[in-house]
């Protein structure tokens, strides 16, 4: 399977207002969050707390950066093909350098949060990625 990345300057939107909810919606599209999801930003003390609710339910948020040099990029797949042998083509539609993190019910407790997996990605899996390789390093003849 090959896959195809299409970034137009003119298409990306920069700066996208993104929140990660702890729940699977069945819908992969554009929605009008700003209509129906309002956070609330608090002060405790010095620190600011972010919550919602979705569906009647409590949430706590956390805004989280992606470390630095690092962007993310929304991208849409308008038409996915029937076969994996199919080339898969992708349009970029977004970038973000922070989003918003939505925990159930207990405030900011997942030891699998994708905060963690932010910083993971960024110090050990995208240097294993993208870095040069020296064939002399490869066990191959």
Not at 21 to 33: D, M
Not at 45 to 67: H, M, N, W, Y
Not at 79 to 107: H, I, M
């Amino acid at each position: 399977m090959s896959i195809n990345l299409n970034i137009h300057d003119k298409n990306l939107t920069s700066n996208s207002i993104l929140h990660h909810l702890p729940c699977k919606i069945q819908a992969n599209e554009e929605a009008n969050v700003k209509s129906y999801f309002r956070p609330k930003k608090s002060l405790e003390g010095e620190k600011q707390c972010l919550s919602a609710t979705f569906r009647g339910r409590p949430l706590d948020g956390k805004d989280i950066a992606l470390p630095e040099g690092y962007i993310g990029v929304i991208v849409m797949e308008k038409n996915k093909p029937f076969s994996e042998e199919k080339l898969r083509s992708f349009d970029a539609v977004g970038c973000f350098k922070n989003f918003t993190q939505w925990y159930l019910d207990s405030q900011y407790t997942s030891e699998n949060s994708i905060d963690m997996v932010c910083q993971t990605w960024a110090t050990s899996i995208t240097s294993a990625i993208h870095s040069p390789i020296d064939p002399k390093k490869l066990p191959c003849d």
